[in-house]
């Protein structure tokens, strides 16, 4: 039972993420594989104002802030140039492979090899239904609950949201019927690069000590969880996160846990062979 | 001294051979096939530790046992480097379902990647296997039988057969890229849902090319480890694909000089200079600065010379000089005066070999109960239409009608979600649309579908059936066996070509052509194909009117030489001169089947259309 709390901060971490990975597909089609590396440089400014006495809830916002600019850099300053040349997609991810080793190594250049950990107490221990929780990890929950819900009001509730879906949808038509695309790609990149720069200060309060590359093997999770809710369906990657989080863990618990990641593997090949546009999605949705 | 210039040299050549075979490989790959094999250093690995395990004695005996290691079959050269090349082959066989027909390439692009993520730290963990993160080591060099492996000779004989066999690959390669194959290849690059539409076998040619280009990689491995002895996971990280992607990129992807040029610029020359570099405080500032320069190298090449340093060459198949060839892109507001060529001359029944029976006007496809649901949306619901052999056929309906889907359903580009497709009297439901186009069941597209960087002949000559230098084979057997043949298909296709007036565009790559030009590529090379039945989507859709009634009396005469046209299109005018019957879809069903006189006098037709 321990393995499955264990699953559940695994899951919410990777939840906000995924929703962030997958929103970016949605509204450009781009498979933006620097994401991890934009996780971990803002993870590393939470830790440097962290470490210059900003209490780490607070740093927590230097870290969403740095997720949210990259973000929209990348794809104002390179994915959208690129992709305004009408190259194949693949073109855009082998560019997408570029800037991750620059931010991933540029990062490494500058900060060294060693790791860091942030100033951040676990709290008390927490039993209930046998698993047991940490402070630190309850707040983290809470956190993922408090940000997937402003996503689902986001995207149900408001004008910006359903503008989102209708430009993730049909670009064209939603252009053609007065959606200011341009400006509704931009949003959802800051959005989703903040829950990004948030998924990647999280992850690494969880994992305690982190360096450069340590979120170079998170794309794994990220793309499994996507592709198993539906490549561009946030929803579908709440679920996915929920999936290969907990099995992740759970398995974890009864195999090597070296090979926990085996798991997502199996599963991110096994919906691309076979079901590439999701569990609960259609093949006219890609 | 000066040996130790000599040591570092014969390292040199072999680095070099190693790094230009693999980039072979993989442009052989990316570059020509299109395939995007992001987990590319997975072969080369695996032909390093084949290598491995097959010339070392078994695990126990060996050293005292300090590694662990499975086979150990102490097997002379050259058979663990042939054994290297088959392993480097088979491996390939698991991925051929990723990079199979559906999938979007940059999706199996990324199921390649994790694949080598995960494999890497499998391997590094699963020590009884390969000997997990110390990976293999004390490798037996090949020919220490004969030369000491530490002589200086030995060194040069290693580093001379890594090149014989690296121009053996490269020769290797070029005659399967310039052959009939080889264009069939570029095809599927440039757009795969229209190879398949003109019958080639995606998964069939992905999968020969993944094979291939798996072994190729393998064998490098092979070679490499003979020369260090020693292969572990951090010597193949994920990342190392990249530095070859780097590498064609800059060299130039579909040409492979280019790719050996990329191979001695990126992953030698830049390693071996930064080799210099003095010594740091932070020992790992080195090794990051040049992973963020590899990135910058892609970004800044795929910005500035989206080509690389050598690019693609063009094919001139017409046998004109190429100062002659027309490159400068043609416009739009040309389109009105193209002028068809001779093509009264051109006789039909010849040129497409539909034989010499007469029109019977049998019904040679049709459908019945035809649905398709997308989401729980039908989009065509219960369609049972017959096509007539000699006829030319329109099909109308306002937008959304579900002509394009009906049409994607004759010719198997969508499945059907419920009821049958007869063509010639069998049943073809389930016959994937590379078959049926090989039957003679073609279509065109709606949007543009050139093959952008094949020049217009090789457009047309490409879709020619039966090629016997087109399949692997065929193009290993070389340009004697398939070279009269290849002719005589030219000057097929330059006589259709001369037909539709676009001689002296010949070899100009199709993606420079205008509007009107690329529709009648398209048309051109769809009747290559030898249909018995085409299928068009909106040929004349951004035709200019007087052409599209030019191109309209040859659809014609077609059909009275005994080819069958099913055609979709908006404009009435066309559907009034050309076609009988029409038949009018909307919202899914046919709505009615006539001439268009008949049905002008239908009040729910007119309907429809006014309505739609």
Same mark, same amino acid.
């Given at each position: 039972m321990s393995s499955f709390g264990f699953g559940l901060i695994t899951a919410a971490v990777l939840a906000i993420a995924t929703v962030g990975f997958t929103m970016q597909f949605a509204v450009t089609n781009v498979l933006n594989l620097a994401y991890g590396s934009v996780m971990i440089n803002s993870a590393y400014v939470t830790y440097y104002l962290n470490i210059h006495h900003v209490t780490i809830w607070l740093a927590l916002i230097g870290g969403v802030i740095t997720g949210a600019v990259t973000s929209w850099c990348l794809n104002r300053f390179i994915f959208t140039p690129f992709q305004r040349r009408n190259l194949a997609p693949i073109t855009v991810v082998i560019v997408a492979l570029g800037v991750d080793l620059i931010g991933t190594f540029g990062l490494q250049a500058v900060v060294g090899s060693s790791y860091v950990a942030f100033h951040q107490t676990a709290g008390h221990e927490y039993h209930f239904a046998g698993m047991i929780l940490n402070g630190l990890q309850l707040i983290i929950l809470g956190l993922c609950a408090v940000v997937l819900g402003l996503i689902h009001w986001l995207l149900k509730y408001t004008r910006l949201g359903k503008a989102m879906r209708a430009t993730s949808a049909n670009p064209n038509l939603a252009r053609n019927s007065g959606v200011k695309t341009q400006f509704i790609i931009s949003t959802t990149w800051l959005i989703s690069g903040a829950l990004c720069g948030l998924a990647g200060t999280v992850f690494a309060m969880n994992t305690g000590v982190f360096e450069a590359t340590s979120a170079q093997l998170y794309i794994v999770l990220l793309l499994a969880a996507m592709f198993l809710g539906g490549p561009g369906e946030p929803y579908g990657a709440m679920f996915g996160a929920l999936i290969i989080g907990l099995s992740t863990e759970i398995s974890a618990a009864y195999i090597n846990p070296q090979y926990k990641e085996v798991i997502a593997f199996l599963v991110l090949l096994g919906m691309l062979a076979f079901r590439p546009y999701g569990i609960f999605g259609s093949e006219k949705t890609l | 001294m000066l040996t130790a210039y000599a040591f570092y040299l014969t390292t040199i050549l072999v680095y070099g051979a190693v790094d230009s075979m693999a980039c072979l490989a993989l442009n052989y790959q990316f570059g020509f096939a299109g395939v995007s094999n992001f987990g590319f250093i997975i072969f080369q690995a695996a032909g390093a530790y084949a290598a491995a395990i097959l010339s070392m004695p078994r695990a126990a005996t060996s050293n005292g046992g300090f590694q662990q290691y499975v086979l150990g079959w102490n097997l002379p050269w050259p058979l663990p480097w042939i054994g290297a090349a088959i392993v480097g082959g088979l491996i390939a066989l698991p991925f051929v379902f990723l990079v199979g027909k559906r999938l979007r390439g940059d999706f199996a692009a990324v199921g390649l990647l994790v694949s080598a993520v995960l494999l890497n730290e499998l391997v590094k963990d699963y020590v009884p296997f390969l000997n997990g993160a110390a990976g293999v080591s004390?490798? %037996?060099?090949?020919f220490q039988s004969k030369w000491n492996p530490q002589g200086l000779g030995y060194q040069f004989v290693y580093g001379g057969v890594a090149i014989v066999i690296t121009i053996g690959v490269y020769y290797l390669l070029r005659r399967v890229t310039e052959s009939p194959y080889g264009r069939s290849l570029r095809a599927m690059r440039d757009n795969d849902i229209v190879a398949d539409s003109l019958g080639k076998n995606l998964r069939r040619q992905r999968a020969g090319v993944l094979v291939l280009g798996g072994a190729m990689a393998a064998l490098s491995g092979a070679i490499l480890v003979g020369f260090i002895s020693l292969w572990a996971p951090g010597a193949w990280g994920y990342a190392e694909t990249i530095v070859l992607f780097a590498a064609i990129i800059v060299g130039g992807a579909g040409n492979h000089k280019g790719a050996i040029l990329g191979a001695i610029l990126v992953p030698l020359a830049f390693e071996e200079i930064t080799r210099f570099i003095p010594p740091v405080a932070n020992p790992t500032l080195i090794p990051a600065l040049q992973w963020v320069a590899i990135g910058l190298l892609i970004i800044l090449f795929l910005w500035f010379r989206p080509n690389g340093i050598l690019p693609e060459r063009r094919r001139f198949?017409?046998? =004109? =000089? %190429? =100062? @002659?060839?027309?490159?400068e892109p043609a416009t739009n507001e040309g389109d009105a005066l193209i002028k068809l060529g001779n093509v009264d001359q051109l006789n039909f029944r010849e040129l497409l070999r539909l034989g010499d029976t007469a029109n019977d006007h049998r019904v040679i496809l049709s459908t019945k109960g035809l649905t398709k649901t997308f989401n729980g949306v039908?989009?065509?619901?219960d369609v049972s239409i017959e096509i007539q052999q000699g006829r030319l056929t329109g099909m109308i309906g306002p937008n959304g009608a579900g002509k394009s889907t009906t049409l994607a359903m004759l010719a198997g580009t969508l499945p059907a979600s419920s009821g049958t497709v007869t063509y010639d009297g069998q049943d073809i439901t389930n016959l994937s649309s590379f078959k049926r186009a090989q039957a003679g069941l073609v279509r065109t597209f709606q949007l543009a579908s050139e093959f952008k960087k094949l020049t217009v002949l090789e457009n047309l000559v490409s879709a020619i059936p039966k090629q016997s230098g087109d399949s692997f084979v065929g193009s290993l057997r070389g340009k004697r066996y398939w070279g009269s043949e290849d002719k005589a298909n030219i000057e097929r296709a330059q006589e259709v070509l001369e037909g539709f007036g676009l001689t002296q565009y010949a @070899?100009?790559? =199709?993606?420079?052509?205008s509007g009107g030009q690329r529709r009648l590529v398209e048309i051109m090379r769809a009747l290559l194909a030898e249909p018995k039945v085409l299928l068009l989507d909106e040929p004349m859709a951004g035709v200019h009117p007087n052409l599209a009634h030019k191109i309209g009396d040859q659809l014609t005469k077609m059909c009275e030489s005994g080819m069958t046209i099913l055609m979709v299109e908006h404009e009435l005018s066309i559907m009034d001169a050309f076609c009988d019957p029409v038949i009018v879809l909307a919202e899914g069903t046919v709505l009615a089947t006539g001439t268009m006189a008949e049905l002008r006098k239908r009040p729910e037709v007119v309907e429809a259309y006014l309505v739609g």
């Open positions: - | 004390i490798v %037996p060099a090949p198949l017409s046998g =004109a =000089a %190429p =100062a @002659d060839v027309v490159s039908t989009v065509v619901s @070899d100009t790559y =199709a993606g420079g052509l």
